[in-house]
Protein backbone atom coordinates (compact mmCIF):
# COMPACT_ATOMS: atom_id res chain seq x y z
CA UNK A 1 0.00 0.00 0.00
CA UNK A 2 2.69 2.38 0.69
CA UNK A 3 4.79 1.84 -2.23
CA UNK A 4 1.34 2.32 -4.37
CA UNK A 5 1.17 5.66 -3.10
CA UNK A 6 4.84 6.22 -3.87
CA UNK A 7 3.61 8.27 -7.32
CA UNK A 8 1.94 10.84 -4.76
CA UNK A 9 5.30 12.03 -3.48
CA UNK A 10 6.00 15.58 -4.27
CA UNK A 11 10.12 15.10 -4.57
CA UNK A 12 9.53 12.96 -7.67
CA UNK A 13 6.84 15.32 -9.01
CA UNK A 14 9.45 18.24 -8.80
CA UNK A 15 11.81 15.96 -10.57
CA UNK A 16 9.70 16.56 -14.10
CA UNK A 17 8.67 20.04 -12.64
CA UNK A 18 12.61 21.16 -12.58
CA UNK A 19 13.04 19.50 -16.14
CA UNK A 20 10.16 21.57 -17.50
CA UNK A 21 11.71 24.55 -16.04
CA UNK A 22 14.71 23.82 -17.64
CA UNK A 23 12.29 23.53 -21.01
CA UNK A 24 11.00 27.05 -20.69
CA UNK A 25 14.47 28.60 -19.62
CA UNK A 26 15.54 27.39 -22.96
CA UNK A 27 12.82 28.20 -25.04
CA UNK A 28 13.10 31.89 -23.19
CA UNK A 29 16.78 32.07 -23.98
CA UNK A 30 15.99 31.29 -27.50
CA UNK A 31 13.25 33.69 -27.97
CA UNK A 32 15.45 36.25 -26.30
CA UNK A 33 18.24 35.37 -29.20
CA UNK A 34 15.58 35.61 -31.87
CA UNK A 35 14.34 39.04 -30.42
CA UNK A 36 17.89 40.56 -30.15
CA UNK A 37 18.55 39.16 -33.90
CA UNK A 38 15.69 41.66 -34.51
CA UNK A 39 16.48 44.12 -32.38
CA UNK A 40 20.08 44.73 -32.94
CA UNK A 41 21.32 43.69 -36.70
CA UNK A 42 24.80 43.14 -36.22
CA UNK A 43 25.34 40.55 -39.63
CA UNK A 44 27.80 41.36 -42.09
CA UNK A 45 25.30 42.80 -44.03
CA UNK A 46 23.80 45.48 -41.80
CA UNK A 47 27.45 46.23 -40.62
CA UNK A 48 27.30 49.65 -38.18
CA UNK A 49 23.22 50.24 -38.28
CA UNK A 50 22.87 49.23 -34.58
CA UNK A 51 23.38 51.77 -31.81
CA UNK A 52 22.86 50.18 -28.42
CA UNK A 53 23.60 53.30 -25.70
CA UNK A 54 25.19 55.37 -27.31
CA UNK A 55 27.58 52.76 -29.09
CA UNK A 56 27.28 51.79 -32.32
CA UNK A 57 27.85 48.14 -32.90
CA UNK A 58 30.48 46.80 -35.46
CA UNK A 59 30.52 43.27 -35.16
CA UNK A 60 30.03 40.58 -32.64
CA UNK A 61 33.18 39.15 -31.38
CA UNK A 62 31.46 35.72 -29.74
CA UNK A 63 29.84 34.06 -27.11
CA UNK A 64 29.52 31.73 -24.21
CA UNK A 65 26.87 30.77 -21.74
CA UNK A 66 26.83 34.66 -20.44
CA UNK A 67 25.31 35.56 -23.39
CA UNK A 68 27.06 37.35 -25.94
CA UNK A 69 30.22 40.23 -27.16
CA UNK A 70 30.00 42.68 -29.53
CA UNK A 71 32.35 45.00 -30.97
CA UNK A 72 31.23 48.49 -30.59
CA UNK A 73 32.80 52.19 -30.77
CA UNK A 74 31.40 54.73 -29.38
CA UNK A 75 30.75 58.66 -30.46
CA UNK A 76 34.75 59.36 -30.11
CA UNK A 77 35.79 56.56 -31.99
CA UNK A 78 37.17 54.47 -29.24
CA UNK A 79 36.32 50.55 -29.36
CA UNK A 80 34.68 49.33 -26.71
CA UNK A 81 32.88 45.93 -26.07
CA UNK A 82 29.37 45.20 -25.21
CA UNK A 83 28.72 42.07 -23.24
CA UNK A 84 25.56 41.29 -23.67
CA UNK A 85 23.87 39.40 -20.70
CA UNK A 86 21.02 36.56 -21.56
CA UNK A 87 17.92 37.39 -19.57
CA UNK A 88 17.98 33.58 -18.34
CA UNK A 89 21.17 33.85 -17.02
CA UNK A 90 20.52 37.00 -15.28
CA UNK A 91 18.15 35.52 -13.84
CA UNK A 92 18.99 32.36 -12.51
CA UNK A 93 22.34 33.97 -10.82
CA UNK A 94 20.39 36.97 -9.62
CA UNK A 95 22.70 36.97 -6.34
CA UNK A 96 26.41 36.81 -8.03
CA UNK A 97 25.98 39.16 -11.10
CA UNK A 98 27.00 42.92 -9.08
CA UNK A 99 30.59 40.68 -8.74
CA UNK A 100 32.09 41.85 -11.99
CA UNK A 101 30.48 45.07 -11.89
CA UNK A 102 31.80 45.72 -8.42
CA UNK A 103 35.49 44.25 -9.07
CA UNK A 104 36.30 45.89 -12.46
CA UNK A 105 35.04 49.50 -10.42
CA UNK A 106 37.64 48.77 -8.25
CA UNK A 107 40.52 47.91 -10.69
CA UNK A 108 42.97 49.89 -12.75
CA UNK A 109 45.57 48.12 -14.27
CA UNK A 110 46.68 48.15 -18.18
CA UNK A 111 45.97 44.26 -18.51
CA UNK A 112 42.77 44.63 -17.17
CA UNK A 113 39.41 46.14 -18.83
CA UNK A 114 37.69 49.10 -17.56
CA UNK A 115 34.09 49.11 -16.73
CA UNK A 116 32.89 52.22 -18.58
CA UNK A 117 29.14 51.85 -18.24
CA UNK A 118 25.55 49.77 -18.22
CA UNK A 119 23.03 49.65 -20.18
CA UNK A 120 19.71 48.77 -19.51
CA UNK A 121 17.48 48.68 -22.32
CA UNK A 122 14.67 46.90 -24.46
CA UNK A 123 17.45 45.09 -26.56
CA UNK A 124 18.98 43.69 -23.44
CA UNK A 125 21.56 44.25 -20.20
CA UNK A 126 24.89 45.05 -20.98
CA UNK A 127 28.28 45.85 -19.57
CA UNK A 128 30.69 48.32 -21.59
CA UNK A 129 34.19 47.43 -20.93
CA UNK A 130 37.16 48.56 -22.58
CA UNK A 131 38.73 46.34 -25.08
CA UNK A 132 41.92 44.75 -24.41
CA UNK A 133 44.45 44.60 -27.49
CA UNK A 134 44.72 41.62 -29.35
CA UNK A 135 43.20 38.40 -29.55
CA UNK A 136 43.21 35.51 -27.32
CA UNK A 137 45.37 32.93 -26.56
CA UNK A 138 42.52 29.93 -27.94
CA UNK A 139 42.81 32.10 -31.29
CA UNK A 140 46.29 32.04 -31.34
CA UNK A 141 47.05 28.26 -31.03
CA UNK A 142 43.50 26.92 -32.47
CA UNK A 143 42.42 29.40 -35.33
CA UNK A 144 46.26 30.72 -36.20
CA UNK A 145 48.26 27.31 -35.32
CA UNK A 146 50.57 29.39 -33.85
CA UNK A 147 53.73 27.96 -32.50
CA UNK A 148 54.90 29.93 -29.12
CA UNK A 149 58.42 30.57 -28.79
CA UNK A 150 60.29 30.47 -25.26
CA UNK A 151 61.03 33.97 -25.22
CA UNK A 152 57.04 34.05 -25.88
CA UNK A 153 55.80 32.25 -23.22
CA UNK A 154 58.07 33.10 -20.30
CA UNK A 155 56.92 37.16 -21.58
CA UNK A 156 53.08 35.67 -21.34
CA UNK A 157 54.12 34.23 -18.07
CA UNK A 158 55.83 36.63 -16.25
CA UNK A 159 53.41 39.39 -17.87
CA UNK A 160 50.52 37.15 -16.20
CA UNK A 161 51.81 36.45 -13.04
CA UNK A 162 52.36 40.10 -12.62
CA UNK A 163 48.58 40.63 -13.19
CA UNK A 164 47.83 38.20 -10.73
CA UNK A 165 49.75 39.86 -8.11
CA UNK A 166 47.78 43.17 -8.70
CA UNK A 167 44.54 41.21 -8.69
CA UNK A 168 45.71 39.27 -5.50
CA UNK A 169 46.88 42.51 -3.54
CA UNK A 170 43.46 44.01 -4.37
CA UNK A 171 41.52 40.58 -3.27
CA UNK A 172 40.63 39.68 -5.67
CA UNK A 173 40.59 36.06 -7.42
CA UNK A 174 39.95 35.59 -10.84
CA UNK A 175 38.30 31.82 -10.84
CA UNK A 176 38.81 31.81 -14.77
CA UNK A 177 42.04 32.09 -16.30
CA UNK A 178 42.05 30.01 -19.39
CA UNK A 179 43.02 30.08 -23.32
CA UNK A 180 39.38 31.97 -24.18
CA UNK A 181 40.60 34.39 -21.55
CA UNK A 182 43.72 36.10 -22.29
CA UNK A 183 44.39 38.56 -24.87
CA UNK A 184 47.81 38.71 -26.50
CA UNK A 185 48.79 41.36 -29.28
CA UNK A 186 52.66 40.06 -29.36
CA UNK A 187 53.74 42.38 -26.79
CA UNK A 188 51.04 42.86 -24.44
CA UNK A 189 48.92 39.99 -22.40
CA UNK A 190 46.24 41.00 -20.41
CA UNK A 191 43.52 38.75 -18.67
CA UNK A 192 39.60 39.24 -19.91
CA UNK A 193 35.99 38.11 -18.33
CA UNK A 194 35.70 39.16 -14.86
CA UNK A 195 32.17 37.07 -14.65
CA UNK A 196 33.60 34.33 -11.88
CA UNK A 197 35.86 36.61 -10.36
CA UNK A 198 35.16 37.18 -6.47
CA UNK A 199 36.68 38.71 -3.18
CA UNK A 200 39.18 36.40 -1.12
CA UNK A 201 37.45 35.24 1.98
CA UNK A 202 38.13 37.23 5.06
CA UNK A 203 38.78 34.15 7.13
CA UNK A 204 39.55 31.26 4.80
CA UNK A 205 37.92 28.05 6.37
CA UNK A 206 38.95 24.37 5.85
CA UNK A 207 37.72 24.53 1.96
CA UNK A 208 39.44 27.19 0.80
CA UNK A 209 42.61 26.71 1.80
CA UNK A 210 45.61 26.94 -0.81
CA UNK A 211 46.09 23.07 -1.14
CA UNK A 212 42.34 21.30 -1.71
CA UNK A 213 41.52 17.35 -0.61
CA UNK A 214 42.35 16.76 -4.23
CA UNK A 215 45.77 17.05 -4.19
CA UNK A 216 47.56 14.61 -6.46
CA UNK A 217 50.71 13.24 -4.80
CA UNK A 218 53.66 13.13 -7.71
CA UNK A 219 54.27 9.77 -8.83
CA UNK A 220 58.17 9.76 -9.30
CA UNK A 221 58.62 11.63 -5.89
CA UNK A 222 59.33 9.73 -2.59
CA UNK A 223 56.99 9.91 -0.21
CA UNK A 224 59.23 11.17 2.34
CA UNK A 225 59.74 14.38 0.31
CA UNK A 226 56.19 14.48 -0.47
CA UNK A 227 54.99 14.79 2.87
CA UNK A 228 57.70 17.18 3.86
CA UNK A 229 56.62 19.31 0.96
CA UNK A 230 53.00 18.80 1.80
CA UNK A 231 53.22 19.09 5.60
CA UNK A 232 52.60 22.83 6.15
CA UNK A 233 49.57 23.85 3.75
CA UNK A 234 49.38 27.55 3.44
CA UNK A 235 46.36 29.24 4.19
CA UNK A 236 45.96 32.16 1.10
CA UNK A 237 42.67 31.68 0.06
CA UNK A 238 41.80 30.43 -3.21
CA UNK A 239 45.10 31.95 -4.83
CA UNK A 240 45.89 28.77 -5.76
CA UNK A 241 43.21 28.08 -8.25
CA UNK A 242 44.50 31.46 -10.11
CA UNK A 243 48.09 30.01 -9.95
CA UNK A 244 46.85 25.99 -11.11
CA UNK A 245 44.64 27.75 -13.99
CA UNK A 246 47.31 29.61 -15.10
CA UNK A 247 49.53 26.61 -15.33
CA UNK A 248 47.28 25.17 -17.48
CA UNK A 249 47.71 27.90 -19.89
CA UNK A 250 51.29 27.86 -19.98
CA UNK A 251 50.95 24.78 -20.42
CA UNK A 252 49.25 24.69 -23.32
CA UNK A 253 51.59 27.44 -24.74
CA UNK A 254 54.48 24.77 -24.03
CA UNK A 255 53.01 22.00 -26.26
CA UNK A 256 53.05 24.43 -29.03
CA UNK A 257 56.27 25.00 -28.63
CA UNK A 258 58.16 22.52 -30.95
CA UNK A 259 61.12 22.14 -28.98
CA UNK A 260 59.87 22.01 -25.99
CA UNK A 261 57.95 18.70 -26.88
CA UNK A 262 58.95 15.18 -27.17
CA UNK A 263 57.64 13.76 -30.18
CA UNK A 264 58.00 10.31 -31.09
CA UNK A 265 60.25 10.84 -34.09
CA UNK A 266 62.04 13.83 -32.09
CA UNK A 267 63.45 11.57 -28.95
CA UNK A 268 65.82 9.78 -31.12
CA UNK A 269 68.22 12.74 -31.10
CA UNK A 270 69.27 11.88 -27.66
CA UNK A 271 69.48 16.03 -26.59
CA UNK A 272 66.11 15.47 -24.18
CA UNK A 273 66.35 15.59 -20.45
CA UNK A 274 63.89 12.77 -20.20
CA UNK A 275 63.50 11.56 -24.07
CA UNK A 276 63.67 7.72 -22.49
CA UNK A 277 60.51 8.07 -20.12
CA UNK A 278 58.27 9.68 -22.34
CA UNK A 279 55.71 7.74 -24.04
CA UNK A 280 52.32 7.77 -25.17
CA UNK A 281 50.03 8.85 -22.73
CA UNK A 282 52.63 10.17 -20.94
CA UNK A 283 52.03 13.23 -17.83
CA UNK A 284 53.46 16.21 -18.74
CA UNK A 285 56.01 16.27 -16.36
CA UNK A 286 57.78 13.45 -18.67
CA UNK A 287 56.58 15.51 -21.97
CA UNK A 288 58.08 18.63 -21.71
CA UNK A 289 61.76 19.10 -21.48
CA UNK A 290 62.37 21.45 -18.68
CA UNK A 291 64.93 21.77 -16.42
CA UNK A 292 64.33 20.58 -12.45
CA UNK A 293 63.75 24.08 -11.51
CA UNK A 294 60.99 24.35 -14.46
CA UNK A 295 59.31 21.63 -13.54
CA UNK A 296 59.22 21.95 -9.70
CA UNK A 297 58.04 25.70 -10.47
CA UNK A 298 55.21 24.27 -12.64
CA UNK A 299 54.47 21.43 -10.65
CA UNK A 300 53.37 23.88 -7.41
CA UNK A 301 51.61 26.28 -9.63
CA UNK A 302 49.39 23.20 -10.58
CA UNK A 303 48.89 21.89 -7.42
CA UNK A 304 51.33 18.99 -7.29
CA UNK A 305 53.11 19.38 -4.48
CA UNK A 306 53.19 22.39 -1.80
CA UNK A 307 51.49 25.48 -3.50
CA UNK A 308 53.08 28.35 -3.45
CA UNK A 309 52.00 31.11 -0.53
CA UNK A 310 51.54 34.30 -2.39
CA UNK A 311 51.56 35.11 -5.89
CA UNK A 312 54.50 37.37 -5.33
CA UNK A 313 56.55 33.96 -4.18
CA UNK A 314 54.99 32.38 -7.31
CA UNK A 315 56.18 35.12 -9.50
CA UNK A 316 60.21 35.64 -8.39
CA UNK A 317 59.83 31.89 -8.47
CA UNK A 318 59.05 31.94 -12.05
CA UNK A 319 61.66 34.90 -13.21
CA UNK A 320 64.16 32.61 -11.63
CA UNK A 321 63.14 29.23 -13.28
CA UNK A 322 62.38 30.57 -16.54
CA UNK A 323 65.41 33.18 -16.87
CA UNK A 324 67.42 31.52 -19.49
CA UNK A 325 63.60 31.44 -21.90
CA UNK A 326 64.05 35.69 -21.68
CA UNK A 327 65.40 36.83 -24.88
CA UNK B 1 -1.32 4.24 4.47
CA UNK B 2 0.84 5.88 7.48
CA UNK B 3 3.02 8.50 5.92
CA UNK B 4 0.49 9.78 3.82
CA UNK B 5 -2.48 11.42 5.55
CA UNK B 6 -1.19 11.30 8.94
CA UNK B 7 1.44 13.68 10.59
CA UNK B 8 4.02 10.69 11.32
CA UNK B 9 5.60 11.16 7.77
CA UNK B 10 8.92 12.04 8.65
CA UNK B 11 10.23 12.41 4.73
CA UNK B 12 7.61 15.54 3.88
CA UNK B 13 9.52 17.81 4.96
CA UNK B 14 13.00 17.09 4.11
CA UNK B 15 14.39 20.04 5.98
CA UNK B 16 12.43 21.14 9.02
CA UNK B 17 13.12 24.18 9.68
CA UNK B 18 11.55 25.31 5.61
CA UNK B 19 7.88 23.68 6.21
CA UNK B 20 5.96 24.08 3.47
CA UNK B 21 8.29 26.57 2.22
CA UNK B 22 10.10 24.11 0.74
CA UNK B 23 7.50 22.66 -1.44
CA UNK B 24 6.23 26.24 -2.33
CA UNK B 25 9.83 26.72 -3.80
CA UNK B 26 10.49 23.89 -6.04
CA UNK B 27 6.78 22.92 -6.77
CA UNK B 28 5.03 23.89 -10.25
CA UNK B 29 3.27 26.59 -9.15
CA UNK B 30 6.58 27.92 -8.15
CA UNK B 31 7.51 29.07 -11.12
CA UNK B 32 4.41 31.26 -11.18
CA UNK B 33 3.46 32.03 -7.90
CA UNK B 34 0.43 30.85 -6.08
CA UNK B 35 -2.89 29.75 -7.03
CA UNK B 36 -4.30 29.21 -3.81
CA UNK B 37 -6.50 31.88 -2.31
CA UNK B 38 -4.81 31.11 1.13
CA UNK B 39 -1.50 31.69 0.17
CA UNK B 40 -2.14 35.07 -1.08
CA UNK B 41 0.15 36.56 0.88
CA UNK B 42 3.08 34.83 -0.05
CA UNK B 43 5.55 37.68 -2.29
CA UNK B 44 8.60 36.82 -4.24
CA UNK B 45 11.92 37.49 -2.54
CA UNK B 46 12.76 41.34 -2.89
CA UNK B 47 16.26 41.39 -4.68
CA UNK B 48 19.49 42.31 -2.99
CA UNK B 49 23.31 41.83 -3.15
CA UNK B 50 24.80 39.23 -0.76
CA UNK B 51 26.75 41.34 1.85
CA UNK B 52 30.48 41.04 0.63
CA UNK B 53 31.80 39.60 3.36
CA UNK B 54 30.17 41.52 6.17
CA UNK B 55 29.28 39.32 9.39
CA UNK B 56 25.70 38.01 8.74
CA UNK B 57 23.28 37.95 11.97
CA UNK B 58 20.80 34.72 11.69
CA UNK B 59 17.05 35.70 10.57
CA UNK B 60 14.89 36.80 13.07
CA UNK B 61 18.05 37.53 15.20
CA UNK B 62 17.92 40.38 17.03
CA UNK B 63 20.57 42.12 19.08
CA UNK B 64 18.77 43.95 21.84
CA UNK B 65 15.31 42.72 23.09
CA UNK B 66 12.11 44.74 21.79
CA UNK B 67 12.18 48.57 22.70
CA UNK B 68 14.92 48.19 24.92
CA UNK B 69 17.67 49.74 21.93
CA UNK B 70 19.45 52.13 23.41
CA UNK B 71 19.70 55.79 22.35
CA UNK B 72 22.89 57.04 20.81
CA UNK B 73 23.65 60.44 20.13
CA UNK B 74 23.87 61.33 16.43
CA UNK B 75 27.23 61.86 15.40
CA UNK B 76 28.33 64.21 12.70
CA UNK B 77 26.01 65.73 9.98
CA UNK B 78 22.44 63.53 9.32
CA UNK B 79 20.68 63.61 6.38
CA UNK B 80 17.11 63.19 5.58
CA UNK B 81 16.54 59.68 3.61
CA UNK B 82 14.14 60.85 0.83
CA UNK B 83 11.12 58.58 0.06
CA UNK B 84 12.57 56.04 -2.70
CA UNK B 85 9.84 54.65 -5.25
CA UNK B 86 10.37 51.23 -5.02
CA UNK B 87 10.38 51.09 -1.32
CA UNK B 88 10.13 46.92 -1.41
CA UNK B 89 13.36 46.77 -2.82
CA UNK B 90 15.51 48.02 0.25
CA UNK B 91 13.07 47.36 2.88
CA UNK B 92 15.17 43.98 3.84
CA UNK B 93 18.41 45.55 3.96
CA UNK B 94 19.88 47.54 6.91
CA UNK B 95 19.34 50.89 7.54
CA UNK B 96 22.85 53.21 7.20
CA UNK B 97 24.60 54.35 10.64
CA UNK B 98 25.29 57.55 8.78
CA UNK B 99 24.05 58.85 5.32
CA UNK B 100 27.19 60.56 3.26
CA UNK B 101 26.83 63.05 1.21
CA UNK B 102 26.63 60.71 -1.82
CA UNK B 103 27.22 62.61 -4.88
CA UNK B 104 25.76 61.86 -8.63
CA UNK B 105 23.10 59.72 -8.94
CA UNK B 106 23.22 58.27 -5.28
CA UNK B 107 20.30 58.71 -2.64
CA UNK B 108 21.33 57.06 0.63
CA UNK B 109 23.82 54.97 1.78
CA UNK B 110 23.08 51.45 3.36
CA UNK B 111 25.68 48.22 4.01
CA UNK B 112 24.47 47.01 1.10
CA UNK B 113 25.54 50.38 -1.09
CA UNK B 114 23.73 53.76 -2.24
CA UNK B 115 20.46 53.67 -3.85
CA UNK B 116 19.81 55.18 -7.33
CA UNK B 117 17.52 58.41 -7.25
CA UNK B 118 16.84 57.95 -11.03
CA UNK B 119 15.23 54.40 -10.73
CA UNK B 120 15.19 53.36 -6.60
CA UNK B 121 17.77 50.38 -7.26
CA UNK B 122 19.80 49.54 -4.32
CA UNK B 123 23.51 49.63 -5.80
CA UNK B 124 25.86 47.09 -4.29
CA UNK B 125 28.54 49.02 -2.42
CA UNK B 126 31.88 49.65 -4.94
CA UNK B 127 30.05 49.83 -7.91
CA UNK B 128 30.69 52.53 -10.07
CA UNK B 129 27.05 52.75 -12.20
CA UNK B 130 23.81 51.69 -11.01
CA UNK B 131 23.26 47.98 -12.14
CA UNK B 132 19.52 48.77 -12.82
CA UNK B 133 19.51 51.96 -15.16
CA UNK B 134 23.41 52.75 -15.11
CA UNK B 135 23.77 56.39 -13.82
CA UNK B 136 27.10 56.87 -12.59
CA UNK B 137 27.89 57.04 -9.32
CA UNK B 138 31.10 57.26 -8.48
CA UNK B 139 30.64 58.51 -4.72
CA UNK B 140 29.51 54.83 -4.24
CA UNK B 141 32.83 53.33 -5.72
CA UNK B 142 35.10 53.66 -2.61
CA UNK B 143 37.66 50.79 -1.82
CA UNK B 144 39.99 50.01 0.81
CA UNK B 145 43.64 51.41 0.30
CA UNK B 146 44.71 48.33 2.15
CA UNK B 147 43.07 45.19 0.93
CA UNK B 148 41.17 46.96 -1.68
CA UNK B 149 37.47 45.43 -0.86
CA UNK B 150 34.15 48.09 -1.33
CA UNK B 151 33.88 50.24 1.37
CA UNK B 152 30.10 50.92 2.55
CA UNK B 153 29.28 54.33 1.34
CA UNK B 154 30.13 56.42 4.90
CA UNK B 155 32.60 53.84 6.52
CA UNK B 156 35.24 55.28 8.75
CA UNK B 157 37.08 51.97 8.69
CA UNK B 158 37.20 48.70 6.07
CA UNK B 159 34.83 46.01 7.73
CA UNK B 160 37.59 43.19 6.27
CA UNK B 161 41.14 44.66 7.25
CA UNK B 162 40.50 47.55 10.31
CA UNK B 163 42.11 49.92 7.99
CA UNK B 164 40.99 53.30 8.22
CA UNK B 165 39.15 55.08 4.86
CA UNK B 166 41.26 57.23 2.33
CA UNK B 167 38.91 60.17 1.04
Redesign the interface.
Known sequence: ??KS?SF???PQ??KV??L??GM?CTMADTFDAVLFRMLVPVSAGRRGSAVI?GYRVTRCLGGGRYGMCLQAEDPNGRRVVLKRFRRGMRKRN??G??YE???L??LSHPAVPE?L????ERSGYYFVLSQQPGITLKSWLFDRHKEFSRAEIYRIGVQLLDVLVYLH????IHGDISLSNVMDDGKHASLIDFGLAR?M??RPGPDVRASGPGMRSMPDMPDAAHNAESAVIPDSGRIDLDHARLADVLLYLMYSCDALTQRPGKARDGNREHGARAAKGAAWYDELVLTADQLRCMKRLIGIGRPYASTVEAAETFRRAFADWKQ | ????FGSSSR??YPNRYQGRKY?RK???F??FGSMSSSDAGYVTYP?Q??A??YPQYPQGYQPYPQGQQPQYPVQGRSQQVPQVSQPSRQASLPAAGSGTGAGAGAVAGSAAGLTCSQCGTVV???????????A?MTAN?T?CGN????LSPGAKFCM?CGAPAQR
Open positions: MKLFRFASVRLSFGAGNHAVISGLGVINSRSVYPT | MSGFRRYKGLGMQYPQGPAGSKFCLGCGKAFCGKPE
